[in-house]
């Protein structure tokens, strides 16, 4: 697993998913016997496996948690730091039925590195077929290549803790009685680009107003109303009083950027539904 965060979880919160797999099973390790989940190699080694999702309540099975070979789950995890082309190249290599394993024996480095550098230059690499393969889509093609997935909460599939139901929302915002400032907000958060955005912009984009604390006061209030009319209870503010946007988002500070809010996706598609 290493020390590293991945989908959005720091790795304190992705090491406790090992813990909670043993109570619950008596094992060490899920997926005896079952070939990797990306190249199919059947002869895997037992207690390798990676999840996407380290959310509770946590699953063992895909779409969160997979079989993976060794070859594989260094390569997933490295792909960010790889030579540009390389994680695509390894890509088509399963594509055309290659192992995880053998991939660094049938491409030498320079090989590899050749090949890597013309798909970064954008040209189509074919492949000889190794072994015949299922068809796709593979889930392990949609994965993303932006290092901000590591950090950020837009990448966690859930969010860390659970969160009201679409079903729920949608009746909490039919009966909110929202007003036009409190339904734009909801609606350009929704709409943000990966359900992400700051307060600044919120304001800006969707009461007309320069000042950040114009939204929060307004978001803040409105997420304290659904708060109480979902019977949700609220995370903690580390002095003790309720954090009320964490019902319609989780927060992170971005290295780079003012802090932001990754709506929940259970009210992004509530307000898809509701407010649009
Ligand atoms: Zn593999
Ligand atoms: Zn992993």
Redo the contacts with the bound molecule.
């Keep these: 697993m290493g020390n590293a965060p991945y989908n959005g979880y720091t790795w304190q919160q992705r090491a406790r998913i090992l813990s909670a797999y043993r109570k619950l099973g008596g094992r060490s390790a899920p997926f005896e016997h079952v070939p ?1 989940a ?4 059947p002869d ?1 080694p037992p207690g390798k496996w990676h999840s996407e999702d380290y959310s509770e309540p946590y699953t063992f099975q895909p779409p969160q948690t997979y079989p ?2 060794k ?3 260094g390569r997933l995890h490295k792909r960010f730091n790889a030579a540009p082309g390389e994680w695509e190249l390894f890509c088509l290599h ?1 594509e055309a039925g290659g ?3 053998e991939f660094v024996r049938l491409f030498s480095l320079s090989q590899r590195r050749a090949l890597s550098g013309e798909i970064a230059a954008g040209a189509k690499i074919k492949l000889l077929s190794k072994r015949r393969r299922e068809p796709g889509p593979y889930w392990w093609r949609d994965l993303t290549l932006d290092p901000e997935s590591l950090h950020a909460p837009w990448a966690r599939p859930r969010p860390l803790r659970p969160r009201p139901d679409e079903a729920a929302f949608v009746e909490a915002l039919a009966k909110a009685g929202l007003s036009e400032k409190e339904a734009a907000l909801l609606r350009v958060h929704g709409n943000a680009p990966r359900r992400t955005t700051s307060m600044r912009t919120l304001a800006r984009e969707a009461l007309g107003d320069g000042n950040p604390q114009t939204a929060n006061v307004i978001y803040g209030k409105l997420a304290a109303r659904l708060t109480k009319m979902l019977g949700w209870i609220p995370d903690c503010r580390p002095d003790g009083s309720p954090a009320w946007m964490s019902v319609v988002a989780e927060g992170w500070s971005p290295p780079d950027r003012e802090f932001e809010w990754s709506m929940v996706p259970t009210l992004a598609a509530a307000v898809q539904v509701s407010l649009t």
């Excluded at 990306?38 to 190699?41: E, G, N, P, S, V």
Aim: proline share 7%.
């Design positions: 990797c990306m190249c199919c190699d895997r993976l070979c070859p594989c789950h399963l192992y995880g394993s």
